[in-house]
């Protein structure tokens, strides 16, 4: 039962990576938490110590249909879409409804509640920048029709949706542009760099690095990231905000890093480098330290021994269900 006074989030994507976190912070900070998922990338093992929490239900469901909730709803924070560049070319038509037709659907439901909505973007919508590092007044530079634009443009849409809610509807949206996150609940098989990196240097694999891999990345740890979206989300503050870690590292000295991490004696496997892979990538967060008051404050060593420890985890338990 829902009191007068407690709030009440929707979190679309709920039983993902980013999104189960966002759950646990949500009801740990006292909201009446609904967590939306078709569970087509995100997993129940993600939400199964909240099941049962009176703050927080669970709703099966594919937010690209018309959707109902009865009741007061005071934040909408919309995180589902397939996000690692294997599944959205395996999933491209999903990836491209959820980030229109579900943009649509729970800004709608925004709109219907008078919610303040937080759109999860992504530092994707900056394609291969041609500035760096990337501040949020930079537009990009996407290749629409490449192997990567299903997701890229299915979040610049997104953008553009919420911003036109807000101006014509006048709803209380924010957009948080998401830098590389990495920690506890990827997926083994994510297909990013570092659940990659893991995973293969656990089991004694070659470590696959794609091109030389003198191409960067700025890596967050998830705690330091729930931080800033829940800053974020209660902020007053409307325009997008970028949201990572501004310390860079070249992706072949990341899988350096972790081969050392895992005591494994793992070999560097250089495969080609994917089509429209990003050359730099390093978010500008001068506006977030402005308006947020928010930096990361995980440092990498510290945050890759916590998300090995789960993977170890995860493969040992994997290994004995087998």
């Given at each position: 039962m829902v009191t007068f006074s407690q709030r009440v989030s929707i979190v679309t994507g709920g039983a993902g990576f980013l999104g189960s976190h966002l759950c646990d912070r949500l009801v740990q900070e006292g909201h009446k938490v609904i967590c939306m998922d078709n569970l087509l990338t995100g997993s129940i093992d993600n939400i199964n110590h909240l099941i049962g929490n009176k703050n927080f239900q669970f709703i099966h469901y594919n937010v690209t249909e018309y959707i109902y909730i009865e009741g007061k709803v005071d934040y909408i924070l919309h995180f589902a879409s397939p996000a690692s560049p294997m599944d959205y070319q395996r999933l491209p038509i999903q990836t491209l409804k959820v980030g229109s037709l579900g943009t649509h659907k729970t800004l709608g439901l925004a709109k219907a509640k008078g919610a303040r909505y937080l759109l999860a973007s992504t530092s994707e919508i900056y394609g291969d920048p041609l500035l760096h590092p990337q501040p949020e007044h930079y537009w990009g530079n996407v290749n629409p029709i490449g192997v990567r634009g299903v997701y890229d443009e299915a979040k610049r849409f997104a953008e553009a949706m919420t911003m036109a809610y807000r101006?014509?509807?006048?709803?209380?949206t924010c957009i948080a542009r998401i830098f590389n996150t990495y920690g506890p609940r990827m997926r083994i098989d994510d297909g990013r760099a570092i659940p990659a990196f893991i995973s293969q240097a656990l089991r004694g694999e070659d470590v696959t690095v794609f091109g030389d891999g003198s191409q960067t990345r700025s890596i967050c740890y998830v705690d330091d990231l729930v931080e800033g979206i829940?800053?974020?989300?209660?902020?007053?503050?409307?325009?997008?905000?970028?949201?990572?870690?501004p310390d860079e590292i070249s992706v072949l000295n990341l899988a350096k890093e972790i081969i050392t991490l895992t005591g494994r004696k793992s070999k560097i496997l250089n495969k080609p480098l994917p089509e429209d892979d990003p050359k730099v990538r390093q978010p500008d967060i001068t506006k977030a330290r402005m308006i947020l008051k928010w930096e990361p404050k995980v440092p990498r060593t510290v945050g890759l021994k916590k998300t090995l420890e789960y993977f170890r985890a995860k493969l040992t338990s994997t290994a004995h269900a087998t």
């Open positions: 101006r014509y509807h006048g709803i209380n829940y800053r974020l989300l209660m902020s007053e503050y409307n325009d997008p905000v970028n949201l990572g870690n």
